[in-house]
């Protein structure tokens, strides 16, 4: 589920806009579930400063699309990315941050500002 209380009112109108949906109608059963997924990848994109069209974003795959959000939401501090530590799992030992490789996969890359 997307959590629409962390975006701005200006990021909500554009993820209406993208969709053609309100956000009342895009929480309801049966919204079509990729084009609001689409839309909060572009707003989250924008709000990172990556520079993503909205046509590149409809050209990633799920996986890609998975990986983007899950990042994103690392990036919020709601859950620890592949690579860092998890701090509930090991609170001991000393928080280091590790940067980010860059995995090898076919298709545009969502952490790269290029689209």
């Not at 200006?10 to 919204?31: N, W």
């Not at 990633?60 to 959000?69: A, D, I, K, M, R």
Request: hydrophobic residues 30%; aromatic residues 6%.
């Amino acid at each position: 589920m997307i959590d629409f209380d962390k975006y701005t009112l200006g990021e909500l109108a554009k993820i209406e806009e993208l969709t053609g949906l309100s956000i009342p109608d895009l929480m309801r059963p049966g919204a079509p579930q990729m084009k609001k997924t689409a839309a909060v990848c572009f707003v989250e994109a924008k709000r990172q400063g990556l520079n993503h069209t909205w046509a590149s974003i409809l050209n990633w795959s799920p996986t890609q699309v998975n990986e983007f959000l899950r990042e994103a939401k690392a990036d919020d501090g709601d859950e620890p990315a592949e690579d860092e530590p998890d701090p509930k799992a090991s609170s001991a030992k000393s928080k280091r941050k590790t940067s980010r490789s860059s995995s090898s996969r076919s298709g545009s890359n969502p952490r790269s500002t290029g689209g």
